[in-house]
């Protein structure tokens, strides 16, 4: 089976480089150049995937993920020169699933294009996420907690599982809030920690994984 791929990017050098790559990995690939085409060709097309310049002409980048978003749960992979938090709450916010920086290693985009083709399809080959003593089947949502299964409402599973996907690394509540409630949401900051207390507690001991990160966040650590 051949994967199909959408390249939106008006660097032609770039977009060839990157075209070039996965072809030679026997995907068949779609290049365009603005984001009026971007939209266009999605919409006739079931891509695997879609790497999306943020700076593109005619529509930007979040402008064509939003709107692609409206119809396809394609794994999008933002690519930019330059990125601020704020734009990757933005992306994140429209739909992205990741983003890689330029310049770039073509082997790290193409292993982050199997990953989230993998994670769509629900057939990761490994699915078992794992920290410590907690574990995170990502097929079945099964969180076991030492040797106890541990049933949690659907926010703090995703809550969870981000937190998994992201070892020490740290997460602002800013982060998580648009992550899970959207750029949107009229609420406060509060509500990620009245969640994130919830999920610490339905862990048990090892609520103690997740971390504060004082006047930040928060991140996943566990320490020996």
Known sequence: MKYQLLIVED???LQEAVSDYFQDKNWDVTCVTNGKEAIEVAENTNFHLILLDVMIPKLDGFLVCKKIRQSSDVPIIFITARISEEDELNGYSKGGDDYVTKPFSLPVVYAKAMALIARARGSYIIHELKIGD??????????KAGQKDCFLPPKEYDILLFFMENPRRILTREQILIRFWGYEFDGNERVVDNHIKKLRKNL???GNYIKTVTKVGYKMEVVD
Do not use: A, N, Q, S
């Not at 907690?134 to 969180?143: A, P, S, Y």
């Open 204 to 206: 048990g001991i090892y």
């Open 134 to 143: 907690l574990m995170v089947d990502t097929k079945t949502r099964r969180v």
């Open 11 to 13: 660097d032609l050098f």
